[in-house]
């Protein structure tokens, strides 16, 4: 079996890739929320991860508390550093995508940075992941140069590995990443830290642009989403829409019973017909 062929076999069973082309069948933009592990507790992490799932997400990200999240606006950062204050191990991630994905059909990714896989060990940390029903991980801070022994387990264990892409990535980061990615492409929308903004910047569009023509065949946007409007705007050129800061702040404010209803509203904006009619002004 030749390497593309093995690359699409992988493909092929890409839970991600499945989800993102199940909401394109549809007509429509794929929804990917993120959650924190731990956050305010793991039995209220997956019940808010459900909620997503039954409301209009079809992937689901759930990220590992870190003691230095160099990445993390104010709001994720302060749900992580209470979530790590309460207790919150590692481990008990696998019990937050087991949860989840034992109660939906929705692709459940862990977004880590790297340090804590390399202390659980890369093989243990991805056997563990697949066991827990997990489709893959983001690696934030991993890029696909010193990637090779996440390349190996992801293979082994049949997980998606999303790397990212931002306005600053050179074509040939560009296509270094596209290459080495599985499911989807992460494109980072603004150069900074996640949180909400009033609007979704312009560079995203170019950034998703870029990746598709190094030959990504899906794409999405994350960083600074918040609302339905933002979603239509991103939906009318990339396969998926990542939204964290809203839906923790919703987590914070309301209980899992806020999380469904914002997940419910952003739905709304993700049918592409209408973020193009929009965009071309109809």
Known sequence: MSSADIANQAETASKSAAAIDRARSQGRSALIGYLPAGYPSVEETIAAGIALAENGADLIEIGIPYSDPVMDGQVIQAATTEALAKGFHVSQVFDVVAGITSKTDAAVLVMTYWNP???????????????????????????????????????????????????????????????????????????????????????????????????????????????ADQVREIAAYAEGVIVGTALVAALRDGGVDAVGALTKDLATGLTRESGLTQETGA
């Open 117 to 227: 896989v390399v202390r659980m060990g890369v093989d243990e940390f991805s056997r563990r992941l697949a066991e827990a029903g997990g489709a893959g991980l983001i690696t934030p801070d991993l890029i696909p140069d010193e990637a090779a022994e996440w390349m190996a387990a992801s293979d082994k264990y049949g997980l998606d590995r999303v790397f990212l892409v931002a306005p600053s990535s050179t074509p040939e980061r560009m296509q270094r990443t596209v290459d080495a990615s599985r499911g989807f492409v992460y494109a980072v929308s603004i150069m900074g830290v996640t949180g909400a903004r009033t609007s979704v910047s312009t560079a995203a569009k170019d950034v998703v642009a870029a990746a598709h023509g190094a030959g990504a065949e899906r794409v999405c946007v994350g960083l600074g989403v918040s609302t």
